[in-house]
């Protein structure tokens, strides 16, 4: 499947399973986001979709208890 936005993002804080399956399920709940996948070794974040916000992904990371890198 082909997607309109794709986007990554570094995230800080994730040590473990838990915590990826944390950032990707808050962050598969944030409008317009299709797909959410999280590399723990690199600490990076995929999102593909159409019409979501960095705001939003941030704001959902961050509702997982975790932060995207400035």
Do not use: P, W
Request: proline fraction near 0%; charge should be negative; hydrophobic fraction near 45%.
């Amino acid at each position: 499947m082909s997607y309109s936005d794709i986007r990554e993002y570094q995230v800080e804080g994730m040590t473990c399973h838990h915590c990826v399956e944390a950032v990707r399920k808050e962050v598969s709940a944030v409008k317009g986001v299709e797909v959410a996948s999280v590399n723990l070794d690199l600490g990076l974040l995929t999102v593909a979709g159409e019409g979501f916000s960095d705001e939003a992904v941030r704001a959902a990371v961050a509702e997982a208890g975790y932060t995207v890198a400035a």
